[in-house]
């Protein structure tokens, strides 16, 4: 197993080995270098990171409780389980962790107006959440497909001031809504920043939402030193476009012992071609800002996706999950749709916690794993998010 894992990249462009980057027109160039530099000065600011810590603290939650999941344990013998739980913040996931520091630097950019993309709608309820706190001018694009399909996401953005605009073009899904979103940022970008919701995008999103998010890993970290007087063997977290995941990851990258693995949408399957695996059968491509694994076809089309969960349903991964595939750091494996559903019906009914479908693909993995691991091991899974937003559409497959 390689170690060359470094906690320094990525590189002065962007560069996570040969992903990442910044792939844009030339009119966001400024604004991308101007977010870079606001963002570097803000890290250095202690009257920032004070900000940061006092609204993750008092208006998110934070910390999440690192916890022992006993029954889930017991029932399958082997690892002791811990539940990282995310889920437990305000407005549901870990999204908010990303949307309280970049809604804090648009403040200090002087930027009256953020807007957002959003798939399933929790990053868009995030960013409507933080831009109500602060009275800023929120709009959210989404796809009118995914609109339609998150009705009550898209009311409980309009019930927080929100503006939300339904995308009509091509599949009318994530990927359309996020180029809505930068043709809005190259228009408005004097008064506007644009709240990337995940790992991915032109530099420095992936480095500054990882930021973000590694609150997770560091918490993890402390928490588990604490209570078990040693690292984790194994970290599990689900990979849409990888934050949740990078976020318990990062903090864990240099200790060679503790392995790691993302857990990819495997849908209906890698054969019927209806998946969201970008690791098994993506190839390096350019999409949406960044180089990194995409699924497209032989002609550079993108190809359609399927998941059971709209958050980790798109067809490109974050870059610096691609740098950590390439050197073998992190396995990533996938989970289809109907382990998934189980996997939040046994967390459901072992540890009194449902789980959003995006982190069942981790608990998911957690069933695989755990069994044939040693009783004296110990494995932390990231409950990236709480599933009450994915009732309906459970409720619309299962029979219960
Ligand atoms: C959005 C979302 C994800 C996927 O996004 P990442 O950036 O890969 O973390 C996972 N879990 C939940 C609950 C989400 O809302």
Redesign the pocket.
């Known amino acids: 197993m390689s170690q060359v894992a470094s906690p320094n990249l990525p590189d002065a462009q962007g560069h996570f080995g040969p992903y990442g980057g910044r792939f844009v027109p030339e009119t966001l160039m400024h604004p991308l270098q101007q977010l870079e530099a606001e963002y570097f000065r803000a890290q250095q600011d202690p009257e920032f990171q004070r900000e940061l810590t006092y609204y993750l603290r008092e208006f998110c939650g934070r910390p999440t409780p690192l916890y022992f999941a006993e029954r889930l344990t017991r029932e399958l013998g082997g690892a002791k389980i811990y539940l990282k739980r995310e889920d437990l913040l305000h407005t549901g996931?870990?999204?908010i962790n990303n949307c309280i520091g970049q809604v804090l630097l648009a403040r200090r950019m002087g930027k009256a107006r953020v807007i957002a993309e959003t798939g399933?709608g929790?990053?868009g309820v995030a960013t409507a959440t933080v831009a109500a706190m602060f009275g800023l001018k929120c709009v959210v694009y989404m796809g009118a497909v995914d609109c339609e399909r998150q009705a009550l996401n898209v009311y409980r953005m309009k019930m927080l001031g929100a503006d939300v605009v339904s995308v009509k073009a091509g599949q009318q899904t994530l990927k359309e809504a996020i180029n809505e979103a930068m043709r809005d940022w190259v228009t408005n970008v004097r008064h506007t920043h644009y709240i990337l919701?995940?790992?991915y995008g032109s530099h420095p999103y992936p480095l500054m939402v990882r930021n973000f998010q590694r609150i997770i890993g560091d918490e993890a970290r402390r928490q588990i030193l604490e209570k078990e007087e040693r690292l984790p063997d194994l970290l599990i977290a689900?990979?849409?476009?990888?934050?949740?995941?990078i976020g318990l990851f990062y903090p864990f990258l240099g200790d060679a012992s503790v392995k790691m693995i993302g857990v990819e949408a495997g849908g209906e399957g890698i054969e019927a071609g209806k998946h969201a695996a970008r690791f098994h059968g993506g190839s390096l491509g350019v999409l949406q800002g960044t180089r990194s694994y995409l699924l497209q076809d032989e002609f550079g089309q993108i190809q359609l996706t399927h998941s059971v969960s709209a958050?980790?349903d798109y067809a490109a991964v974050g870059p610096e999950h691609a740098w950590l595939h390439d050197q073998g750091r992190v396995e990533y494996t996938y989970a289809k749709d109907d382990a998934a559903l189980d996997a939040f019906l046994k967390l459901a009914r072992l540890e009194g916690i449902i789980p959003?479908l995006?982190?069942a693909h981790a608990v998911a993995e957690v069933f695989r794993r755990a069994p044939s691991m040693r009783q004296d091991q110990l494995l932390i899974v990231n409950l990236?998010?709480r599933g009450d937003k994915d009732v309906t559409q459970v409720a619309a497959k299962v029979q219960l």
Do not use: F, I, P
Request: glycine content about 24%; hydrophobic content about 30%.
């Open positions: 996931a870990h999204k399933a929790q990053h919701g995940t790992a689900c990979v849409g476009g990888g934050s949740n995941a958050g980790l959003a995006e982190s990236s998010g």
